[in-house]
Structures are given as structure tokens and as C-alpha cells.
């Protein structure tokens, strides 16, 4: 696609810049997002696929020797009895962050750049939160029982701990994940319509018409989807915020020096929207280039995108210098001794690995050159995301593995199964966003429409809104 | 929706002078306080806790004003823009509060422990801590307080003014330029003052949520604060047809959301350090749980949260007036309370004792802070009619 005009080098004051370039028309938009989905399988695509298929393999054999042998098979001892398995779990959560973020808050605040990545940040919440719930179910040591974490009628004798953090991650993940799925499906429907309407064959269209549930494109469809979708966004919103704050209080309410800090919650929070807007950068500079759609995903999206890490980078930022100073603050000497064992003890390279990562890496942000490479997007991306991995790495292991006894002391070291583990949780991930970019459309080509300038019912050249347009025109800000 | 249907603004309209009468009621307010709080209180500790109380909820309000100016142009808004400069002269309050900080200097061996050396000497958690607390680098750090928030304050408010006149373009770039740089300043001295003038009146507990706790009063205050002034405006003729019922609207949003925000923050540190059980931590709650505190805490909880939130849930209470008068009244109310819930118990630890002196140094805080708005108003236009977004504002519309 062409870029006829470019949307970052200069950004009007008054007035806005152009969010998709090339001027296209609605069907020209529709083009672009349906085609992916309805040509023949391109190489690439393979490329993509079958090493992801390939690490999803690894997972499976981790998960069945895990069954098989039992949690011996990873590096877990005492006093380090929670390593690798809650620092996946927990970093898979937060990447899901993002698309909550984007679909909902970015809706609620009239932010229309968001209609570009909205869907595929909403799909990758999703598969997300699936490697998330992966790991408690299998940490328990017994997985064929993992159900006796929900909160089943006790006519088995048990029941549930109600005070505990680890019931909460059950409601809150379960209730997000829940959300998640409905709030993109909702999305989808119009777009899944549109791929019905334009199917060739008649496996494609029953398939995708199955799933349209019989979507007409008239004003009533249209309004009524509308009041849903703020609604769930309305309700997606709290979520943002709710599941990675009890999240942190698995580790928070604990009375353990490095988790029982009141900060937990925001900065949490704030984490994971990090870590979700850094994997939306690694996916999407990937995608857009393979789909051809960097006339719609823009480098002013990313330019958007940048900024958003660099705010949620600095909050970190700022709780990581939080702790310290009230760890110093407090005179209490476990406090102290806890913190300056994480950046000077023997796990100080996985301390600086995430400063350095989380809050040096995007500060490359503050130029403007920066935050419009796609180079540079992609490389301090996958800084944060290893960044943020090791955070949470850093926040588990350091403050378990020299608690108040010295005689009690251990180092934790991952074995083999650990990290085929979590390679395999990244298998599932890219199989899953491999798979959604083949067979669904990528960006939410309905809603893009509404912020092209021929949506504005003021709009003088030629192309008149059709009634679903004026439908679309009413939701950024209704509420 | 930014069409940018041509809306005529008449500066003769919207002139400050319409603040103009809140500098004679401000200041009879400030003479009478000082002299009411003075002459029953005067040098007392009680003198100096009400003063602390009534200091820090007129400079919440006002370190929030500069909070959403920040936010309003590094976010590049242009819904916000028709309502700015009423937000910008509530900002250009902060250098008076340097002055206003004099009676806490004074009374510092009053209100803080750490600074009188006979209870430094008693506690070894003091002497650890006399690094950070102790007078000279806590005098220091004000100091770096009132320099960050004065220029930060001025070069805001005399840019938008220098644009009501060229309509340059670029000062909207400088403004947006340097608002990222501001929210750090923002966010480190609005944090580290909150420990220093609140967190450590309790000098042995300590929070990391304590600078957020602060932070989201702040802005609950600025945004009901906005509403009360903007209704002020339309009495004297000011503001109509220019800031809107679209843009209390969003206001009226933003208070509803950041009451949600206050409400998380508030439970999230009540509720680990509850769980958590650790004495040095609980102390905090359990002096809060004395007496009459214990009311005013279940009080906080129902009142700044519970009822706030139901009652500005409809779309209706955001775009009427007399609703929205009547949750932004509740809400300073209730931030005043949660301010004094935070402060008082070190005085009275026995329960709660609210008197003459709290109001008088109500009277005095807020009649030098409203006599500023209205000093500060009466200079300049109150609306910021070179800004290149004005159009925006004007023609936006809540769907």
C-alpha cells in the first residue's frame, strides 16, 4: 500500500492527523482486512506456524511428563517453593492487559487510534490468559484435581478457602477471561459477516455465517450492538484494574518482606499494561508488514503506543523506587535486607536485567524518532518483555529464597522442564495468534470505517453513509 | 467529533472579572480566619493541626488543577480546552502557598515527633530515620516543592496567556512539550510532600500506596472544585454557551471515575495491611479505630465512595447542574474529612474533636485561596481564546 501522506512527520494542533493513510474508501478498507483471511495459505505463514505448532509440541510434553512425575521434575525446593510456574502465570495475565486496555479504557477516553489494533490486542488477551491458566492448574501438584479450585457445592467434603488470594485469581481471571472473549466476539460479529457475505465457498460462508448469528447490518443490528459494546467496555474497564491487583495481593497479603508492600495493587496494574502494550509492538510490527496493513496500523499508532509504555514504564519505574525508599524508610531491618539483597545479592543480574529492561529501555521513548521506528519499536519491546518477565521472577524468587532464617537459606535454579515449560506456554501463545490471523480478520474493519474522514456525516466528497455507517458514527464517547 | 463548525466566542463575555468578587470575599474570609484561628488557638497545637488540615485540602485542589492542566496538553485534548482556563487559574494558586506554608514551619516541633529531639532521642526508629526526617533537609525539600509547582504553575498559566493574544500555534507545542517533564515533578513532589507533611506525623509507619492515596484526593478535588467554579461563572454571565453541559458531562465522568480510583487505592492499603496483620503497620488503623474515628472512617467509606458512586452512575446526574453542584459539595466535603481522618488522630487520639479552629483555619486557607483564583481570574480572559483547539471544545458533543 502506498503512504501518500505521512501522519507523524507533522501533527496538526488544530485538527487531528489522518489515522489511516492512502485516503481509502470503505470498500478499499474492507479489502485489506478481508483478504488475509480468504487467500490461499502463503508461505510465510507456515514459517510462522509450524514453529510455533512445534514449541506447542514441547508444552504438551512438558505438561504430560509433569502428570506423569510430579513437580519434582522442576527446581523447586525450600525455601523457593513458587518459581518459574507463578512467574509464567503472572506474566501471562499482565500481557493480556493490553487489549483490555485498548478495547475498553482507550474506548471510554475517545481515543479512535485504538480501531486499528483493537482487535488483535483483544485476541491476544485472550490467548493470554489461556497460557495463564495454564499454570495454576498444574502447579498444584495434583492437576487432575485442579477443579477443587473453583468453588464447588461441598458435597465432596470440601471447600473452598474463601480467604484465600489463590480463590480470588479463580473469580478474577475466570471473570476476565469471560469478559475478554465476549467483548472481542461481540466486536467480531459484524467483520465475521462481512466474511460470510463475501464467501466463495460454502464450507466458508456456513462457518462464518454460523458464527455472524445472522447479522444484517441494519440500523436495529446496529444500534443494539452499540449499547452492548459500551456496556462491555463499561464492565471491561474495572477489570483492567481488578484482576492484576488481586493478582498482586497472591503475593501482597503475605507477611513476607518483598511481597507484603501496599503499592502492590496500581503498580501491578501498571505493570501489566506495560508488558501487554510490549506484546502487542512485537506482534504488530510483524503483522502489519506480513499482511500488508501499514496503511491502517500506522507508525502514528505506534508513535501512540510508545507513549503509552513510556507512562506505564515510569509508573513501575517509580513503585520499583517506592519500595527501596520505604524498605530504607521503614528502619526495618528485614525490609532493608530484602531489597538490597535483590540488586546485590546473588540474583542482582536478574534485578539489573529488569531495571535496565522495564525502566531504562523505553526511555528511548522521549524521541520522537524513536517512537516512529519500527526498528527500535521492535527491539525495546522485546527488552520489556523480558523485562517484565524477569520482574516478577525477581519479586518471587529474591524474596523467598532468604526469608527471616539464614539457616533456612537456598537459591532456586531452573531445571530443563522449567524452561521447556515456559517456552511452551509461548507456543501456545503464537500457535493461537497464528491461527486467528489466518482465519479471522485482524483489525476491526467496521470501526476502522468510522474514523475515516468519509464517515463524518459532514463529509463533502462523494461517498454518503450508508445506514450501519451512521450506526458506527455514534460510539467513540457514548456514555 | 471535531467538526470545526465556526462558534463565535465574545471575549467581552467571558471576561475574569467575573471572578473579580471572589478577591474581596476571599480575602474578608483569609482577615477573619486568621484573626478567629489566632485569637482562639493561636500557636496551640490545635492551631497548627487545623491549619495543616485546611493547608493541604486547598493545595489537593490546587495541585490537581495542575495535574489536569498537565494532563490536558500532553494528551493533546481538545474537548477540554473551552474549560481550561478556569483550571489553569486554580493552578496559578501555587506559588501563594509557600506563604501559607509559614505557620506549618512554625508549628513543626507541634505536629511532627521527629522533629522534637527529646522523643528523637527516645526512639531508635527515629535516629534511623533522621536522615530523611529530620528539619533541615524536610525545610529543603519544601523548598524544592514551592520552586517545582511555582514555575511549573507560572509558565503554564503565562503561556495560555501569552496565546490568548498571538493564537501562536507553537505554544501549544511548547506547552505540550514540557507537560511530561511537569508530571514527574508533578508526581515526585506531590508524593514526597504527602509523606512529608502527612505520613510523617506517625513517623514510625509507613506506606509505598501513601503518595497515590494522596494523589487520587487531589484530583477528586480538582474536578468537583472545576464544577463549583464553572457554576460560579454562569451566575455572574460567564462561561454560557462556552463550556457546556458536554463538558461537565465529562467531568462529571471523570469525578465518577476517579471516585472509583480514590476508592481502590483507599481499600487497597486498608485491606493488606489488615491482612497482612503486621502491629508496626495496623497501628495506623487501629488509632483510626478509636472512639468517634471509627464513625468517620465507616463514614469515608459510605460517603467519599458508596453514595457518590451510585448517585453519579445515571447520565442524567452528569448533565445536570444542580446534581452535579450537589455530588462536587459532597465531595470537597468528604475529601476535607478524609484529609482531617488522616491527620487528626495524632492530636486526638481519644476521638474525633472538629471546632472553631478548624474552621477558622478553614476560612483562613480558603479565603487566600479563593482571593488568589479571583486576584489571578480578573487579570485575564477565562477562557483561552487563541488556543487552536478552541473550535474543538466548542463544538464537542457527548453521543
Not at chain 1, 90 to 116: C, D, E, N, P, Y
Amino acid at each position: 500500500m502506498t503512504n501518500v501522506i505521512d501522519n507523524v512527520s507533522h501533527e496538526p494542533v488544530a485538527g487531528r492527523a489522518p489515522l489511516i493513510l492512502g485516503a481509502p474508501d470503505f470498500h478499499a478498507i474492507t479489502e485489506a482486512v478481508a483478504q488475509p483471511a480468504e487467500r490461499a495459505t502463503p508461505l510465510a505463514w507456515w514459517l510462522f506456524f509450524l514453529p510455533s505448532l512445534g514449541m506447542l509440541g514441547i508444552l504438551g510434553l512438558a505438561v504430560a511428563w509433569l502428570v506423569w512425575e510430579g513437580i519434582g521434575i522442576w527446581g523447586l525446593n525450600q525455601p523457593v517453593g513458587w518459581a518459574f510456574d507463578i512467574t509464567n502465570f503472572v506474566f501471562w495475565i499482565g500481557i493480556g492487559h493490553a487489549g483490555t486496555l485498548i478495547s475498553a479504557v482507550l474506548f471510554l477516553f475517545r481515543q479512535k487510534w485504538r480501531t486499528s489494533i483493537n482487535r488483535a490486542a483483544e485476541a491476544m488477551t485472550i490467548f493470554a490468559v489461556m497460557c495463564a491458566l495454564l499454570f495454576p492448574g498444574i502447579h498444584i501438584g495434583r492437576p487432575w484435581v485442579a477443579y477443587w479450585m473453583a468453588p464447588l457445592p461441598n458435597q465432596m467434603g470440601t471447600w473452598p478457602g474463601f480467604r484465600s488470594p489463590l480463590l480470588w485469581d479463580f473469580f478474577a481471571v475466570s471473570t476476565y477471561g469471560t469478559v475478554s472473549a465476549l467483548f472481542w466476539y461481540v466486536g467480531l460479529i459484524p467483520d465475521l459477516a462481512t466474511l460470510r457475505d463475501r464467501a466463495t465457498t460454502r464450507m466458508r460462508r456456513y462457518t462464518y455465517g454460523l458464527f455472524a448469528l445472522g447479522w444484517r447490518g441494519s440500523a436495529r443490528n446496529w444500534q443494539h450492538y452499540e449499547t452492548a459494546y459500551l456496556i462491555l467496555a463499561g464492565l471491561a474497564t474495572p477489570l483492567v484494574l481488578s484482576v492484576h491487583s488481586i493478582v498482586s495481593m497472591d503475593f501482597a497479603v503475605a507477611q513476607l518482606p518483598g511481597w507484603h508492600t501496599t503499592i502492590f495493587p496500581p503498580y501491578f496494574v501498571a505493570g501489566a499494561i506495560y508488558s501487554g502494550f510490549a506484546m502487542v509492538v512485537t506482534l504488530m510490527v510483524i503483522t502489519r508488514k506480513a499482511l500488508g496493513l501499514e496503511h491502517i496500523l500506522t507508525r502514528f499508532h505506534f508513535d501512540r503506543m510508545a507513549r503509552i509504555m513510556l507512562v506505564t514504564g515510569s509508573i513501575v519505574g517509580y513503585a520499583y523506587a517506592m519500595e527501596f525508599f520505604i524498605a530504607w524508610f521503614s528502619q526495618n531491618p528485614y525490609e532493608q535486607f530484602t531489597f538490597v539483597n535483590r540488586a546485590f545479592g546473588p540474583y542482582w543480574w536478574a534485578y539489573w536485567t529488569m531495571i535496565t529492561c522495564n525502566v531504562l529501555s523505553p526511555q528511548v521513548f522521549w524521541c520522537k524518532r524513536a517512537r516512529t521506528s519500527l526498528a527500535i519499536h521492535f527491539v525495546v519491546s522485546i527488552f520489556v518483555n523480558i523485562g517484565m518477565w524477569f520482574e516478577r521472577f525477581v519479586i518471587i524468587v529474591t524474596s523467598l529464597h532468604r526469608d527471616f532464617l539464614p539457616s533456612s537459606w537456598g537459591m532456586f535454579y531452573p531445571t530443563t522442564w522449567d524452561i521447556l515449560l515456559l517456552i511452551g506456554s509461548f507456543g501456545l501463545f503464537f500457535t493461537m495468534f497464528c491461527l486467528f490471523v489466518r482465519f479471522l480478520p485482524v483489525v476491526a474493519a467496521a470501526e476502522v470505517k468510522s474514523v475515516l474522514p468519509a464517515a463524518d456525516p459532514h463529509h463533502a466528497t462523494g461517498q454518503r453513509a450508508t445506514p450501519a455507517m451512521a450506526g458506527r458514527l455514534a460510539p467513540e464517547g457514548a456514555h | 467529533m471535531s467538526h470545526d463548525r465556526a462558534v463565535a466566542v465574545d471575549p467581552a463575555q467571558h471576561r475574569g472579572k467575573a471572578f473579580g468578587r471572589l478577591t474581596g470575599v476571599g480575602g474578608a474570609l483569609a482577615v477573619a480566619g486568621v484573626g478567629a484561628s489566632v485569637a482562639l488557638a493561636g500557636g496551640t497545637p490545635q492551631f497548627y493541626f487545623s491549619w495543616l488540615v485546611a493547608y493541604l485540602f486547598f493545595l489537593s485542589i490546587a495541585l490537581g488543577g495542575l495535574f489536569f492542566v498537565l494532563v490536558l496538553a500532553v494528551s493533546r485534548a481538545g474537548w477540554g480546552v473551552s474549560l481550561r482556563r478556569v483550571v489553569e487559574n486554580v493552578m496559578a494558586t501555587l506559588p501563594v502557598f509557600a506563604v501559607l506554608f509559614v505557620p506549618i514551619w512554625l508549628g513543626r516541633h507541634e505536629l511532627y515527633a521527629w522533629a522534637r529531639p527529646e522523643e528523637v532521642a527516645k526512639s531508635a526508629l527515629l535516629r534511623g530515620k533522621a536522615p530523611f526526617l529530620n528539619e533541615d533537609f524536610w525545610f529543603v525539600r519544601a523548598i524544592l516543592y514551592f520552586v517545582a509547582w511555582s514555575a511549573l504553575a507560572t509558565f503554564f498559566s503565562t503561556q495560555s496567556q501569552k496565546q490568548d493574544e498571538t493564537g501562536d500555534e507553537r505554544i501549544s507545542a511548547r506547552m505540550r512539550g514540557i507537560a511530561p517533564v511537569g508530571i514527574i515533578l508533578f508526581a515526585l513532589s506531590t508524593t514526597f510532600c504527602s509523606i512529608d507533611w502527612m505520613m510523617s506525623l506517625e513517623p514510625e509507619w509507613y506506606s509505598t500506596m501513601y503518595g497515590v492515596y494522596f494523589f487520587s484526593g487531589a484530583v477528586i478535588a480538582i474536578f468537583s472544585f472545576v464544577i463549583l467554579l464553572v457554576q460560579f461563572a454562569y451566575t455572574q454571565g460567564a462561561l454560557r454557551g462556552v463550556v457546556t453541559t458536554e463538558h461537565l458531562h465529562d467531568v462529571g465522568k471523570l469525578l465518577f471515575g476517579f471516585t472509583i480510583f480514590w476508592a481502590y487505592i483507599a481499600f487497597s492499603q486498608y485491606f493488606l495491611i489488615w491482612y497482612g496483620n503486621i502491629p508496626e503497620e495496623t497501628v495506623y488503623y487501629m488509632k483510626r479505630q478509636v472512639g468517634s474515628w471509627q464513625s468517620v472512617g465507616m463514614l469515608l467509606a459510605y460517603g467519599h465512595f458508596l453514595l457518590p458512586f451510585f448517585f453519579l452512575m445515571p447520565r442524567a446526574a452528569k448533565r445536570s447542574s444542580a446534581l452535579l453542584v450537589i455530588a462536587a459539595v459532597w465531595q470537597l466535603f468528604m475529601h476535607f474529612l478524609d484529609l482531617h481522618w488522616a491527620i487528626m488522630p495524632v492530636l486526638h487520639p481519644e476521638s474525633a474533636r472538629p471546632g472553631f479552629v478548624d474552621l477558622a483555619a478553614f476560612s483562613a486557607v480558603g479565603g487566600v485561596f479563593l482571593a488568589a483564583i479571583g486576584w489571578v481570574s480578573s487579570r485575564r480572559a477565562l477562557v483561552p481564546l487563541g488556543d487552536p483547539r478552541l473550535p474543538e471544545a466548542l463544538s464537542f458533543e457527548n453521543v
